[in-house]
């Protein structure tokens, strides 16, 4: 008879995002991002961040917790996601990322133009995300599948919706930037399998490990389109003429995206942290579909994975990580000395003398 702790994991208490050259973490320490600089090196920033569930007990009941983290998550991430492409791009390449328009809003805006980029960056990937995912579907149901039984369209609009969701991912990954991410999804999975399985952090290590994780966010879209498309079903076959008013519809719809979320929410934490045949039946979809959204990482991929997970598990590496000084792309100008040097004072000072020595806590925070 099997041991009850053969069908269990490891408590899931690590997760991650991985970004334009880097991978975000988030551990029993807290949460951080490692990015691989533009020089080659692997630079590790402890992230502020505490969620909103520990300061209100209410927000860690079951489903309630689930559509606090993804929105959370979806916040955390995007900013995360916005300071790795800054960081990993070299000078030249962001002068010609910049356009007048940037220019212009860097010019009025200042210090606001990050919080204010990030915000319009958000919104439009929310109005795409239900362009794309929910409307679309459902005007392609409407516009072609008039003859068949009203019960049945949620099923069909919901088959509609992965197959729309497969494209888009098949089609973002031929770009090279999201390959890359890919790749780097890939080392954020095997890195916290290997912690899971509690061995050392190392590149071997890590690369023994598979790339597809239950928990991931790939298998939370799919049981959340699977919970779905069940309840959109069970409510027409309770009120089989209820959609043909559409605001109660769509009204419907919008007051049961926290409950679906919540519910995929709640399976994903039971699968990870159960392997049964249910779980892994559910889970199969999704782990399926990670066969694109994550690649096998390269050494130096898996390296950063490594930075970013022994920065939330590890405490010296935690201590150094935070020690270390702040990256900047740009240096701050000199300011002008108020004794005026003669020709001869210049000529004498070195190029060393404007140059900052390299600080041992920046070594340490390296070597994470």
Not at 33 to 51: A, C, E, H, L, N
Not at 129 to 146: E, N
Not at 284 to 300: C, H, K, N, V, Y
Not at 352 to 366: F, G, R, V, W, Y
Request: charged residues 25%.
């Amino acid at each position: 008879m099997k041991n009850k702790k053969d069908t269990a994991c490891p408590a899931a208490n690590v997760g991650g995002q991985a970004l334009l050259e880097g991978i975000m973490m988030n551990g029993p320490l807290g949460a951080a991002m490692s990015v691989r600089m533009p020089d080659g090196r692997i630079y590790t920033q402890i992230k502020d961040f505490v969620s909103v569930k520990k300061k209100y007990k209410i927000l860690n009941l079951p489903i309630i917790r689930g559509v606090v983290t993804f929105i959370e998550s979806m916040v955390f991430g995007y900013k995360c996601l916005m300071e790795s492409a800054e960081l990993s791009m070299t000078e030249e390449e962001l002068a010609a990322e910049s356009s007048k328009l940037d220019k212009w809003l860097e010019k009025h805006l200042g210090p606001k133009l990050q919080s204010v980029i990030s915000a319009v960056g958000m919104v439009l990937g929310v109005l795409l995300s239900v362009a794309l995912f929910l409307y679309l579907p459902s005007l392609i149901a409407d516009l072609t599948l008039g003859w068949i039984d009203k019960r049945l369209i949620p099923l069909v609009e919901g088959l509609i919706r992965i197959a729309v969701f497969i494209l888009y991912i098949y089609l973002t990954s031929k770009n090279s930037y999201i390959k890359r991410v890919y790749m780097y999804h890939g080392a954020e999975h095997k890195s916290i399998f290997c912690y899971e399985a509690g061995k050392p952090l190392t590149v071997e290590n890590v690369k023994g490990f598979k790339r597809f994780h239950p928990r991931c966010g790939t298998s939370f879209i799919f049981v959340v389109l699977i919970v779905s498309i069940l309840i959109f079903t069970l409510v027409l076959v309770l009120f089989p003429n209820i959609r043909e008013y559409r605001p109660v519809w769509v009204a419907i719809k919008l007051l049961a995206t926290p409950l679906i979320m919540g519910i995929g929410y709640e399976f994903i934490r039971l699968a990870g942290k159960y392997q049964n045949p249910v779980t892994k039946l559910l889970s199969a979809p999704g782990l399926l579909m990670q066969r694109l959204t994550t690649l096998e990482p390269t050494d130096d991929i898996i390296e950063v994975g490594i930075a970013a997970l022994k920065a939330v598990t590890d405490e010296e590496c935690c201590k150094a990580a935070k020690a270390a000084p702040k990256e900047k792309k740009t240096e701050e100008p000199e300011e002008p000395k108020e004794k005026e040097e003669t020709p001869a004072e210049n000529a004498e000072t070195p190029q060393e003398s404007i140059e900052a020595p390299e600080s041992p806590q920046e070594n340490e925070a390296e070597s994470v």
